[in-house]
């Protein structure tokens, strides 16, 4: 794993040594910046790595809406859009438009992913051997719209849909899906309505300095909307944001989700990733419920560099009596780079190490913080 990290740092510096040695106010060139008074388009060449994808590469854009603004707190309307192809034979394509209106009373927020996505399952608990390792292949639609009102000074409530349509295409013979005993092994669609509330203050979403996110969902997946199975899921993200002097900033996050009911395995808290808990494979270890605790030190040591330093903690279990065990804890460390691709927009890249216990790590190159 270590001589893996260091082939993908080699490459990535050999791609991006002809940026680097330019002054740092023309990171792109001019032809793939465009910029009016009513919007800016900034284009993004994709390269990045995580255990789950392997090697991945692609392109993307950001449109910034400059007219259509938060006034409240600064943010502005975007339309982020991306296509991804990787070593894994994987396929995501994205987008995501977050558009304000009245001046940011309201808040439209939307997302689409398209995926074809060779995987790896070791079933369901946190006590899964590595043994079970299986792999299997899943075409995916995932569409999620919320609307929101702001509620002065900086609260918002709304109401969402969320439609997830998975298809299990190959599994393997005799393995753990091919059973047919897992909910969703064969195909799941997720179907339903839900409410958001949440108190944001931060001072910008992609790599805030100050503030706090208080973020509580639920959502309902009903057979009345076309789901295949019905179940309950509630969701709480609570994040702060201290800076210390000029150049160090504390962030701290405590999530929780909790699912209720009949979940296919598509739909359960799935422990791991590049955002919640580096250092595992997302999904290594799912289940009903799962919570995560993880803080972090980030030094921007120019005003465009950063690094950082990590460590977390969590769990998933079958119901939340199960959470505490210090035998089930799955910790990890690790640390990054950061780099703000234009001065005037929060845009940044990162690229993090994890380690987990029992020889669990994992390398993260991508777009904003993890939290």
């Known amino acids: 794993m270590v001589r893996n990290i260091y082939k993908i740092l080699f490459v990535l510096f050999l791609l991006y040594q002809p940026v ?22 900034l284009a993004i060449p994709i390269v990045f790595y995580t255990p789950e994808t392997n090697f991945g590469f692609g392109a993307g854009g950001q449109v910034f809406l400059l007219k259509n603004k938060n006034i409240y707190n600064d943010r502005v309307s975007n339309i982020f859009f991306n296509a991804i192809y990787t070593a894994n034979k994987q396929i995501i394509i994205d987008v995501v438009p977050q558009i304000y209106f009245g001046k940011g009373d309201y808040f ?3 997302a689409y992913k398209f995926k074809i996505y ?11 051997p ?5 792999t299997y292949n899943m075409t995916s639609h995932i569409f999620k719209v919320s609307f929101l009102k702001r509620l002065p000074p900086s609260l918002n409530f709304g109401f969402e849909y969320n439609y997830e349509n998975h298809n299990v295409t190959e599994v393997e013979e ?14 799941a669609i997720i179907s339903g309505l839900g409410a958001v509330f949440n ?21 309902f997946s009903s057979e009345l909307f076309g789901a295949t199975q019905a179940y309950n899921k509630f969701i709480s993200d609570l994040r702060i944001y201290r800076s210390l002097g000029k150049k160090s900033i504390i962030a701290l996050q405590l999530y929780y989700e909790g699912n209720f009911g009949n979940p296919p395995f598509q739909g359960m808290a799935a422990y791991g990733g590049g955002n919640r808990a580096r250092g595992y494979f997302q999904g290594r270890y799912i289940d009903n419920h799962m919570y995560v605790i993880q803080g972090e030190y980030r030094y921007r040591f120019r005003p465009r560099w950063a690094i950082n330093a990590f460590g ?60």
């Not at 060779?118 to 899964?128: A, E, K, Q, R, V």
């Not at 590595?130 to 299986?134: R, T």
């Not at 210090?326 to 780079?337: D, E, L, Q, T, V």
Request: negative net charge; without cysteine; aromatic residues 12%.
């Open 312 to 371: 977390l903690f969590g769990e998933v279990a079958e119901t939340p009596n199960d959470f505490f065990s210090i035998s089930n804890m799955k910790p990890s460390f690790g640390g990054g780079i950061r780099f703000k691709i234009l001065k005037n927009q929060n845009t940044w890249i990162r690229a993090d190490i994890g380690r987990g216990i029992d020889g669990s790590s994992g390398f993260y190159f991508g777009v904003n913080e993890a939290f």
């Open 199 to 219: 108190l944001d203050t931060r001072d910008n979403i992609g790599s805030p300095i100050s503030g706090e996110l208080l973020k509580l969902g639920a959502q």
């Open 20 to 41: 680097w040695g330019q002054n740092t106010d023309d990171v792109f060139k001019t032809d793939t910046l465009i910029k009016s008074k009513k919007y800016q388009f």
């Open 108 to 110: 439209l927020d939307m």
């Open 130 to 134: 590595d043994s079970n390792k299986e």
């Open 118 to 128: 060779p995987n790896s399952f070791w079933g369901i608990g946190i006590d899964t």
């Open 174 to 187: 005799g393995g753990i899906l091919d059973e047919g005993d897992i909910l969703g092994s064969n195909y």
